[in-house]
């Protein structure tokens, strides 16, 4: 029973942490240090949440959850007539039912990502274009605004014609920048967990809160990769360039330079940028989120 006290403990903390860390605006001043530790809270959350029904429903086996489990294939007992028994069953079924969930959403979601990109290719074949002035780009003979990552073993970067209209040639290449950093640091495999939380939780507040959160840092981390190319205020100009033309709707499983409601909000941060985290806070953050990411693996393999 201790060991399913603590990892509720652990999971209600990841809760209350992660919704304190949505309006924090500390992160804004290191946001890959960040997402590290948003990446650390959300894998503890899960296991600490599906080991805490596990933990107390093979409670009287002593084993811990992990060799608890294995016990469990060998030997169920569980006397429906007794209501102990029938609430250590509701636990079990539970944990079971959200460990299903999260893994099935997840691979779900990066099935229909992979299949979504693997047709945006197709398509960009037949489309696209090679273009001598941006040199390993693809580019779309469309007169809207469109600049997108396309993420991969083989990313491409995609623009239209009409970006090479509205941007000058500083702001085009501060906006591409911006696109490689995408696919350089796979800022998609980051945002692909939390969409798929999202789905398995619609309801929560917290997750969608979550959501947004780590893909303004998604944005912001590769904002400030971009600026060590070029003038931050040059890429601040093609964001509000893009955000006053009609701008093409990011596809489905592309990272675009203009995504979300916080356009201004980057604009402002590249404009008038915050002094970065010292360095001892960052690492410091950074010790703080592995301990977390290996706490719940740990409970798992301890015996109760």
Not at 103 to 109: C, G, N
Not at 131 to 147: L, M
Request: with cysteine; aromatic share 6%.
């Amino acid at each position: 029973m201790i060991a399913a006290a603590v990892l509720a403990v652990l999971a209600l903390a990841c809760a209350v942490g992660a919704w304190r860390l949505t309006s924090a605006r500390w992160p804004w001043r290191a946001p890959r240090t960040a997402i590290l530790l948003w990446q650390s809270l959300g894998v503890t959350w899960g296991l600490a949440t599906t080991g805490a029904l596990f933990a107390y429903a093979l409670a009287p086996y002593g084993a811990g959850v992990v060799h608890g489990l294995s016990i469990l294939l060998t030997s169920a007992e569980f006397d429906v007539r007794e209501p102990h028994d029938v609430i250590r069953l509701c636990a079990l079924l539970s944990g079971f039912t959200l460990l299903t969930v999260l893994v099935v959403v997840l691979v779900a979601a990066g099935a229909q990502t992979l299949r979504a990109r693997r047709r945006h290719r197709m398509l960009l074949k037949l489309i696209a274009r090679d273009e001598p002035a941006v040199p390993g780009v693809r580019v779309v003979d469309h007169p809207g605004a469109a600049a997108y990552c396309l993420p991969g073993l083989k990313s491409e970067v995609v623009i239209s014609a009409g970006t090479l209209d509205l941007l000058s040639q500083d702001e085009l290449d501060a906006m591409l920048a911006h696109e490689i950093a995408h696919a350089r640091e796979r800022h998609d495999l980051v945002l692909l967990p939390f969409g798929a939380l999202l789905r398995a939780l619609p309801w929560s507040a917290v997750v969608r809160d979550a959501q947004a959160a780590v893909a303004l840092l998604v944005e912001m981390a590769a904002d400030d990769r971009a600026r060590r190319f070029c003038s931050p205020k040059r890429l601040a100009t093609a964001l509000l360039r893009f955000g006053a033309a009609t701008a093409v709707p990011t596809p489905h499983g592309a990272l675009g330079a203009t995504s979300g409601q916080n356009v201004m909000t980057r604009v402002n941060r590249l404009i008038k940028p915050d002094i970065d985290l010292p360095a001892h806070v960052r690492y410091g953050i950074l010790a703080a989120s592995a301990a977390l990411a290996v706490s719940a693996p740990l409970l798992w393999l301890l015996p109760a």
